[in-house]
Each structure stands twice: as structure tokens, then as C-alpha cells.
């Protein structure tokens, strides 16, 4: 019977396995001298789900893609690279397979003439060919060529591919300008267009002998000043979206002085759209539920019989200093005069703003909502969201206590921010370290195994693993070890707790059953229980609006202009209204104080999954 469960399980990991195999990209392209997949983004995927499924970090996802690092947005259809590891010669076709032809690459020939030459779709060249520098062949001694596929494509097909891939490549390098070959195109006279070295041009496109009208070449990108960005105005969406700015209105010149019977000004400054001029869907989400908040707040004052109201106002900041400066010099903004500020989103923007407050003479709120470091100092009027990190280290300390036992679990790859901020809240107390490779030996700083490390009391493991795969596979093996503990040893079994990362929580293929037995804590910046009744009231209520369920972006939003707006309109010392305000939050509460001449938001929360399937949140 044990066998038969072993082998049912072992069939389902294969089926998990082979899953996630089958929802990658089959398209590893050289993009940059390295590979990558090429992988488009589904409906309702986010950037932790595309980490998990190719099993890298969130972060070398941004990076790679050049996304914004603190509120990383990808819209359905989008492009993203995705780092390759796997050696590509695994992934071909191997030789003497019946099904494809090996074609010997000749100097000079291009994967455009092998396309014509076969008739053959370009997309199938690639996808059997993983790794492939489309523009140049040099290097490759021969590439599979499916022989089903054979005769298949004709010409203005492949050509039509072929400016696909152009556009694809132009979109995903940092480093090149992907083209197609146009009717009486030369090198020579492309060189002369593009400023280049007609040679150089030549070498890096493989010395082709021969071009051909829509073949994809390259050329080495010159590096321009991009810091004037366009003022171009957003698509109707963003348009919709700016009805509720009104201009005309007087204001009290003393902050301190405003009533409940007068309005409330809010200028919301959030980069929505990027240097393209595209949409960013979070920010959008967040206006949107700025909106609803200020709606809702406003429908509640009428029922007081408060004559103030919460006006919103949005301003597109472009993610550009320039763009900020722009907005707060327009004439339309004094006219306006706005109390508070929420945004702009990201520190290097906010200097326009505080030159504005200078000129009016007046210390205007700023909410900084979602940047997590502030290098400048801005005042007892600057409000950052986002918890500080050095509150991190004392949140987390609650969790050892002067028994307990803590084992660091390593993996080949790991979290070494979480390394270090462990370090810290564990100071000189002993710890245990244990080493997890692809095969599961276990290994220690004593050779001692891991069982050894375990005492009968209190067992803390921190697991660093930076993915869904190592994080799962740890977790199952102390799981394990808790399971044989008794008959093996002969000792009572313990509890085990385990420290984690919030990310574990996006993770779609973990088993989530281990959380809960192993009783696994970590810190999280914000925390919305979606089995809330006030949660599920504001999902019911933005889904009917905008016809989508409300992300964290969403949250955020909606308790930022709720605590402030209530806060403002209580009249008195803002810190302190803000403190001690009693008001219905979605996320976790907000404490702020003075650190590095900012008021930073000190309260993380301590998730804890207990073993009765339930949450706590401290």
C-alpha cells in the first residue's frame, strides 16, 4: 500500500512538473548576447507567477525587464525576457532524429535565405533552434530543420515573421536597433542612415553575401538623453479619469484652520502612463479606488451634516522630475490649491512639489504611498507608507526567543537580503546552518545531520530560498523530519515554526497545507484579509465599477484617502490624528513617526499561519 501511495505521488509531482514545463515559452531567443524566453503575459498573471513558473526571483524579473522596482505593473500581452539557464543543446532536437534535417550553415548565410531556402516558417527555424541570434548565424555549424514543416511558407509569410521578431527584439534589448531590410536598402546606405560604421554594421549581422527585402539585421543602439519625456496626451481611459479635477476654488491660506464645512483638495500624482505614452493598469487601479474612497467618504459627511467634501484631482507625473515641475508651475495648480498631496509615487519627483509648498508659504501634507527608502529629508509633513526597514528587525525579533533553536535552511539559491536582516535580529544568539543541493544531501557547519541540530523544545527554521520549487522542496523535508522525528529518535515530536518570506503567499503550485502545519511566519509591509466583511464589501463594491477584482495597488488607495481625509478634518495634530485614528482600513494599521527627518510608517505585520487553518496577524 506505502508503494502505491510513493508511486501516486511521485506521478503527481511528474504531472505538476510537466505542467509547468508546458505553460513556458517554447521561444529562447539571444537577445543581448545572452538567452532568453520570450514570454507573453496571460490575463491575471503577475510578476510572481512568471518568476515561479521559470523558477527565478521576482526581482531578476524586474531588473531584466526594466520595470518600475517598486511597483512592478505588466499588462496582458506584454513581452517580458526571461533568463535562460538550461544549456540550449539539451533542448534541440537530438541528432539523427527522423523527424528534422540537419542543414550545415554556410559563411555568410542568414536564417532569413535558410527560411526560403526550405520554405519553412521562421517560427519553427526558432523553436527548434532554441538560442538562436536571429540576425547572425556565425558560430552555429548546423540547425535542425523539421521536415514536416517543409514547403509550407512561402515568402511574404516569412517575411512578415520576420518583422515580427523585429519588433520583438527592438522591444526586449538594451542594447541593439532591430530593423527590417526595405526595397533598395543597402548596408552602405544603412550605415549612413543609422551613423555607423558600415564594416562594423556588416560583422555584427554575420557578413551576410546577400540581404534579402524583410530580413531582420541589427545595429548597435546610440545612447541618447531621454530625459525630456513626451507630454502626449493618455488615451480616453486616463482622459475619463481626470473629469473629477476642478480648478476654480478658494482655500484658507493656514492649514491648521480648516473646518469640516469647507472642501477637502486632493492632488493624486501617480506616474499612469511611461515614456511611450502606454497606460500603467496598477496606477489606473489605484485612482480608481481613490475614487470610490473619496465617494464613499463624501456620502458619509452629507449623513453627518458636514458641508466639506474630498475633491480629487490626478495629475499624469510620467515618472519625470521634469513632468512634476510642468504640473506644479501651471497656473491652473495655484488656482487650485490642493491641501494634500498623495504621491508623487517615487522620491526622485518630490523636489518640484516641496518647492511648491516654499513658494505658497504653507507645509502641505505629502503622501509618499508606496516608495519603501527615502534618502531625503523632507519634514513632519512628509508621510511615507511603506513600513521602514530598521522596524523590520524588531518585529521580526519576537520570534526567538533566548531557547529557541534556529536553523538556517540555505539553498543554492537564496535570499541574501533575508540573510542579513536573520543576522541582525539574531545578533549573538547560536544558530545551526544546513545546505540543501538539487538532490536533497544535507550538510552543516558540523556535519552533523539536521535531525542533530533539533532540540526538543523550541525549533526555528529560516528557510532563504528565493523560489517557489526550493521553497517547496525545504518545506516538504521538514515536514518530513517532523513526521519521523518520534519512531526515529525516540522523542516526543516538537513544534517547528518556520520563518519565510511574503512572497510564499503568491506562490500558485506550493503546497499550502505546509504553511500551516509548520506554522510558518514572515514579515509583510501590508496585510488584507480577504475573509473580512469590510474586504469583501470594497471587492463587491470595485468589481461592480470597474468590472475587475481590486489589487493590493487598490487597497492601498482607498486607505490612503480614507485615514487622511479623516484625519485632516479632525482638526488637530496631523501625527497624532493619524495614530490614533479609528478608521475602517482594508490593509493593516498605520503607526508613524520621525526617522531620518521623515514621518515613516513603523508597523509591519507579523503573519503567522497556525495549525487550525487560521491566520494571525500581529
Not at 525630456?228 to 482622459?239: F, I, P, Q, R, Y
Not at 511611450?276 to 467618504?297: C, D, K, N
Not at 538539487?438 to 535531525?451: C, G, Q, T, W
Not at 498605520?590 to 487550525?612: H, I, K, Q
Amino acid at each position: 500500500m506505502k508503494k502505491l501511495v510513493v508511486l501516486i505521488a511521485l506521478m503527481a509531482t511528474f504531472a505538476a512538473n510537466s505542467l509547468a514545463q508546458d505553460q513556458r515559452s517554447k521561444v529562447v531567443l539571444n537577445v543581448d548576447s545572452r538567452n532568453y524566453y520570450i514570454h507573453t503575459v496571460s490575463a491575471a498573471e503577475s510578476v510572481a507567477d512568471i518568476a515561479s513558473l521559470y523558477s527565478i526571483t521576482e526581482k531578476e524579473l524586474v531588473e531584466e525587464n526594466n520595470l518600475d522596482p517598486v511597483a512592478p505593473a505588466i499588462e496582458e500581452g506584454a513581452l517580458l525576457r526571461v533568463p535562460c539557464y538550461e544549456r540550449t543543446s539539451r533542448m534541440q532536437p537530438k541528432r539523427g532524429d527522423s523527424r528534422f534535417d540537419r542543414h550545415r550553415v554556410a559563411g555568410g548565410e542568414s536564417l532569413f535565405k535558410v527560411a526560403v531556402d526550405f520554405a519553412i516558417a521562421l517560427d519553427t527555424l526558432i523553436e527548434d533552434n532554441p538560442g538562436l541570434d536571429i540576425t547572425n548565424l556565425r558560430g552555429r555549424s548546423s540547425i535542425s530543420v523539421r521536415r514536416s514543416a517543409q514547403g509550407k511558407c512561402q515568402l511574404p509569410e516569412i517575411e512578415q515573421q520576420s518583422r515580427r521578431y523585429a519588433a520583438t527584439l527592438q522591444s526586449l534589448s538594451n542594447e541593439y536597433d532591430y530593423l527590417t531590410i526595405e526595397e533598395g536598402d543597402t548596408f552602405y546606405s544603412l550605415a549612413l542612415r543609422l551613423g555607423e560604421d558600415v564594416d562594423k554594421l556588416i560583422s555584427l549581422n554575420g557578413n551576410p553575401q546577400l540581404i534579402y527585402v524583410g530580413m531582420t539585421i541589427k545595429a548597435n543602439r546610440k545612447v541618447e538623453n531621454n530625459d525630456s519625456l513626451s507630454d502626449e496626451v493618455l488615451g480616453d481611459e486616463v482622459d475619463e479619469l481626470s473629469d473629477n479635477f476642478v480648478i476654480e476654488c478658494e482655500w484658507p491660506d493656514d492649514y491648521d484652520k480648516i473646518s469640516p464645512d469647507e472642501p477637502l483638495r486632493v492632488a493624486v500624482m501617480l506616474p499612469l502612463s511611461d515614456t511611450l505614452g502606454r497606460v500603467r493598469g496598477s496606477f489606473v487601479e489605484f485612482w480608481q479606488a481613490a475614487v470610490l474612497a473619496a465617494e464613499e467618504l463624501n456620502e458619509e459627511y452629507e449623513e453627518r451634516g458636514m458641508k466639506g467634501r474630498v475633491e480629487l484631482g490626478l495629475f499624469d507625473t510620467q515618472n519625470s522630475e521634469e513632468r512634476v515641475a510642468e504640473i506644479m508651475n501651471d497656473w491652473q495648480m495655484s488656482m487650485w490649491n490642493p491641501s494634500l498631496f498623495i504621491g508623487p509615487v517615487y522620491e526622485k519627483n518630490v523636489d518640484p512639489v516641496m518647492d511648491y509648498k516654499v513658494k505658497r508659504g504653507r507645509d502641505i501634507p505629502i503622501v509618499s504611498p508606496l516608495e519603501s527608502t527615502t534618502k531625503g529629508a523632507y519634514g513632519r509633513n512628509y508621510f511615507r507608507m511603506a513600513p521602514t526597514s530598521k522596524s523590520r528587525v524588531d518585529k521580526l525579533s519576537s520570534v526567538v526567543g533566548p531557547e529557541t533553536n534556529v536553523i538556517m535552511v540555505y539553498t543554492a539559491s537564496y535570499d541574501e537580503d533575508m540573510e542579513r536582516e536573520m543576522l541582525d535580529v539574531l545578533g549573538d544568539h547560536p544558530y545551526g546552518k544546513v545546505i540543501y543541493d538539487e538532490a536533497f544531501v544535507v550538510d552543516s557547519l558540523n556535519s552533523r545531520p539536521i535531525e542533530e541540530l533539533m532540540a526538543e523544545e523550541d525549533n526555528l527554521f529560516v528557510v532563504l530560498a528565493d523560489n517557489e520549487i526550493d521553497t517547496d522542496r525545504s518545506l516538504a523535508i521538514i515536514s518530513s523530519m517532523m513526521n519521523s522525528r518520534q519512531p526515529k529518535y525516540g522523542m516526543r515530536r516538537v513544534p517547528i515554526r518556520v520563518v519565510g518570506n511574503s512572497s510564499w503567499a503568491k506562490y500558485k503550485n506550493m503546497d499550502k497545507n505546509l504553511l500551516f502545519k509548520l506554522q510558518v511566519c514572515y514579515l509583510a509591509p501590508y496585510h488584507a484579509d480577504r475573509g473580512n466583511e469590510r474586504v469583501r464589501e470594497f471587492d463587491r463594491k470595485y468589481m461592480a465599477a470597474f468590472g475587475r477584482a481590486p489589487s493590493m495597488f487598490a487597497y492601498r488607495a482607498y486607505d490612503t484617502v480614507r485615514l487622511f481625509a479623516e484625519s485632516i478634518y479632525a482638526g488637530g495634530d496631523l501625527v497624532s490624528e493619524l495614530n490614533g485614528a479609528v478608521v475602517p482600513l482594508l490593509q493593516t494599521r498605520y503607526s508613524f513617526s520621525m526617522e531620518d527627518g521623515n514621518m515613516v510608517n513603523d508597523s509591519w505585520a507579523l503573519v503567522t499561519y497556525l495549525p487550525r487553518y487560521t491566520i494571525e496577524v500581529r
